[in-house]
């Protein structure tokens, strides 16, 4: 097996007083999609924010490309969640992947050929070529979160780190969002940790589910994780897990959103 | 009737006042371009209340300079300073920021109204730090004035990419390593010098007319990165040249001709902008539908 492009060594988190997880060693190799499960507040984005540097581990040590992580990492991706009232909706898509061409760079960055190219190279690869002049309020969810996979690659990235991407999209979005993500994992052997609520838009694409629960964790592949008595044993309660035409349904969990979208199941 | 008309326009000796007040012209011409800029920043990062907030304390601290002798610039400069500082530090959220605002503006009034009635001087230079002057720019105000909004340009243009990333991106911009925090004091500060800047020629209750409605006049007709900038740069400009090219020959202040141009360009470009963009969602439906 190659080097893995993150390694998490017996991690442990704590926010305002409260250990969110400890112990945590999680591998992530080049081209491996892993999913970030579990209940509000397990501290499933804040992991994200570990490796991005942005918070520091109360104890063990998180490696990228075999270096201790830092701020600002080019080579790591990033998509946030798509939210309507962001500042970025004022402005056009292409401008949207321009800012993670050379957003962080110091200057005016005067308009040049090679940016406008590798810009229009980024719109394409993502299949948002043809609305890219027009306003991002403007576009559907699913067109928006396009251009967040565009502006991810732009650093041509080893990891890709996505916190709920697909969160308020309708299900065909979903369904389109992650396999554009999926495609480009594959073809550019990227890892990929995918923070979501809900598995099922990605539970054919997943090598392995991380699952965050009551300051614990369980990793491995969805069949072995995703277990009445395996998430039993995690929350201490009793949960069933129901498989029901290739999708998974999670019953009992604390504040659980794992329901399916459609009947939407009260108690959260 | 005709009396006000002659108050408010008077070209008769207009080639003698224009020799006389080019320096107000230059001023108008710098003050501009630099308003025009930030003003694009105010608007993306939803400032224009702060802006507000800062005008007030600025003309405290002018109104305070003018009662010691610090000098008007000065003390305009320093309360600008101080109240860009304090709401960049204390309310990194909008909600924060607002209230904190609101707090600091009627102080820095009240502070204001003070200094001004201890002030024994003439009654015009107190009235003139809220609502504009009408007097001429001398050399070394224009020489401090061009070299504020130096600063600011200069400023803006350093950090125009990763201020960018951070005002539009916050969340992304962060997680690429820009430096949010620190952008956003930095901001701050330059924000503060331009309404230091702004009160000399316009007065401290109608900067927002510089540093604000170009700018939104400009984001009604445009989306580009480049286009947004220059148009609000040109109607700030115009707005302050046109209103000292009017104003040269009447007996009132200059900043209702500022802020009248300023408003007239805002309202055309909100009609335009919207016959803009029906069709451009228009457009993006069938550039949708046909793909």
């Not at chain 1, 060594?9 to 999680?26: F, H, V």
């Not at chain 1, 701020?71 to 990033?78: A, F, K, S």
């Not at chain 2, 709401?87 to 820095?108: D, Q």
């Not at chain 2, 939104?216 to 990165?225: F, G, V």
């Amino acid at each position: 097996m190659s080097e893995p492009v993150l390694s998490v060594r017996d991690a442990e988190l704590r926010l305002g007083g409260r250990t969110l997880w400890s112990g945590l060693d999680l591998d992530v190799a080049p081209g491996e999609f892993v999913a970030v499960l579990g209940a509000n507040g397990s501290g499933k984005t804040s992991l994200l924010k570990t490796v991005l540097g942005q918070h520091p581990l109360a104890a063990g040590e998180i490696r990228f490309a075999g270096e201790p992580v830092r701020r600002g990492d080019r080579r790591i991706g990033y998509i946030p969640q798509q939210r309507g009232q962001d500042p970025a909706m004022r402005i056009r898509g292409r401008d949207l992947v321009r800012l993670g061409v050379d957003g962080e760079r110091w200057g005016p960055g005067w308009p040049s050929r090679a940016r406008r190219e590798r810009v229009d190279s980024l719109l394409d690869a993502v299949g948002a070529s043809h609305y890219a002049r027009v306003p991002v309020s403007l576009l559907s969810g699913g067109e928006q979160q396009r251009l967040r996979v565009g502006q991810a690659l732009a650093g041509d990235p080893l990891l890709m780190l996505c916190d709920e991407p697909l969160g308020s999209l309708d299900l065909r979005a979903q369904r389109v969002v992650s396999e554009l993500i999926d495609r480009h994992r594959r073809e550019r052997g990227f890892g990929v940790l995918f923070v979501t609520h809900d598995v099922n838009p990605v539970l054919g694409m997943v090598d392995r589910v991380l699952y965050l629960a009551g300051g614990t964790f369980r990793i491995g592949p969805p069949d072995e994780v995703l277990t009445s008595a395996v998430l039993s044993e995690l929350y201490q309660a009793d949960i069933d897990v129901i498989r029901s035409h290739g999708r998974v349904v999670i019953v009992g969990a604390p504040d659980h959103s794992h329901h399916e979208h459609e009947h939407p199941v009260g108690g959260a | 009737m005709n009396d006000w008309w002659t108050q408010l326009f008077d070209f008769s000796d207009y080639g003698a006042l224009l020799a006389l007040l080019h320096n107000s012209i230059l001023a108008g011409a710098v003050l501009g371009i630099a308003g025009g800029l930030i003003g694009v920043f105010v608007m993306t990062r939803d400032l224009a209340f702060a802006v507000h907030g800062i005008s007030e304390l600025s003309f405290a601290g002018a109104a305070a300079g003018l009662l010691f002798g610090i000098g008007v610039v000065e003390g305009s400069i320093i309360g600008s300073l101080a109240a860009a500082l304090i709401i960049g530090l204390l309310g990194s959220r909008a909600r924060e920021r607002n209230s904190i605002t609101a707090v600091l503006m009627p102080f820095g009034l009240g502070l204001g109204i003070l200094c001004l009635a201890l002030y024994p001087g003439r009654a015009s230079t107190k009235f003139g730090l809220l609502t504009g002057q009408i007097v001429a720019v001398g050399d070394p105000q224009l020489g401090w004035l061009a070299a504020v909004c130096g600063i600011v340009v200069v400023g803006l243009l350093v950090l125009w990419r990763p201020l960018s990333f951070a005002s539009l991106d916050a969340e992304v911009a962060a997680a690429r390593g820009v430096p949010v925090r620190f952008l956003s004091i930095a901001f701050m500060l330059l924000l503060g010098l331009a309404v230091a800047a702004s009160i000399q020629i316009v007065g401290a209750l109608l900067v927002l007319s510089i540093l604000v409605t170009p700018a939104a006049a400009a984001l009604r007709i445009s989306s580009s990165p480049l286009w947004v900038p220059l148009l609000s740069m040109a109607f700030a400009l115009v707005s302050l040249v046109g209103g000292i090219l009017l104003a040269l020959g009447a007996s009132v202040p200059i900043s209702p001709y500022v802020t009248t141009i300023s408003f007239l360009i805002w309202a055309v470009c909100v009609l335009a902008g919207r016959r803009r963009r029906d069709r451009r969602t228009l457009g993006a439906t069938k550039g949708v539908l046909a793909a």
